[in-house]
């Protein structure tokens, strides 16, 4: 029809125009404040604070969130930017705030408990999480699935196996080689697939035969082997990125 012919002659005077260049349309992200769940405060400050008759209501609570942060590798949870809230729904878990230039955008809230949902999460679908703590001599981004796999290497996390083009573009911005470090589970597997769509690096490290994920390699292994074995074991050829994730899924 009529539009078919417009969009053929469209195409040609782009070829044809010696000064025209192919324009990518990139929106422009923008985070709302957003507040943490009712009574949030740092781990520093209910430490200050439960004392007397709020220490027999709350203060077990709050020590069994002290022994679960210790249980995944931090020695000192009060170095970290951990919150908690006795309010009901969140006394079993620990919230971890989504913070850029300062502002905090967002959070997420993993249970120390067994029992789901594991996270109950109040963020922006495009929001890199630790992006903000990225320098400028690093050689590498590392992108993880989790907040605490993050937070155990010093990379980013997209939350999940969904990475939208906003948090592509977001991370490819940052012009540095981006290692994917999948999960060893199906989300991993998808994670793969992105990472592939986007042409970075997929690392299969060796501790993926005993551990479920970054978080757990560190606790087990330090921070230092981790890195390490991620370096060592990247991967940018397609094919062999689809042959290796070929053998996570026999594995998981």
């Not at 074991?233 to 042959?243: D, F, K, P, V």
Request: hydrophobic share 35%.
């Amino acid at each position: 029809g009529e539009n078919d012919i417009k969009t053929m002659v469209f195409e040609a005077m782009k070829t044809e125009a010696e000064d025209y260049q192919e324009q990518e349309y990139q929106p422009k992200v923008e985070f709302e404040d957003k507040p943490l769940p009712e009574h949030s405060m740092s781990l520093m400050e209910w430490s200050g604070i439960i004392q007397g008759e709020i220490e027999e209501k709350i203060g077990p609570q709050f020590i069994e969130v002290l022994r679960y942060l210790m249980s995944r590798g931090y020695e000192n949870p009060f170095d970290y930017d951990f919150y908690w809230s006795p309010t009901p729904g969140y006394e079993n878990r620990v919230i971890i705030p989504f913070r850029l230039q300062g502002r905090i955008v967002g959070n997420t809230a993993r249970r120390i408990t067994e029992g789901k949902p594991i996270y109950l999460s109040d963020q922006h679908p495009h929001f890199v999480f630790n992006f903000d703590r990225q320098t400028e001599d690093q050689k590498y981004i590392l992108v993880c699935e989790g907040p605490f796999d993050a937070m155990s290497i010093d990379g980013v996390s997209v939350s999940g196996a969904e990475i939208s083009d906003t948090q592509v573009d977001q991370i490819d911005r940052l012009q540095r080689e981006v290692i994917v470090v999948p999960d060893t589970d199906r989300a991993g597997r998808k994670l793969i697939d992105r990472a592939i769509e986007a042409g970075w690096t997929v690392s299969f490290p060796i501790w993926q035969e005993t551990c479920k994920d970054i978080n757990d390699a560190v606790v087990k292994y330090g921070k230092l082997f981790v890195l390490k074995s991620v370096l060592a074991a990247r991967e940018t050829s397609r094919l062999r990125i689809e042959l290796k994730k070929m053998k996570l899924s026999i594995k998981a």
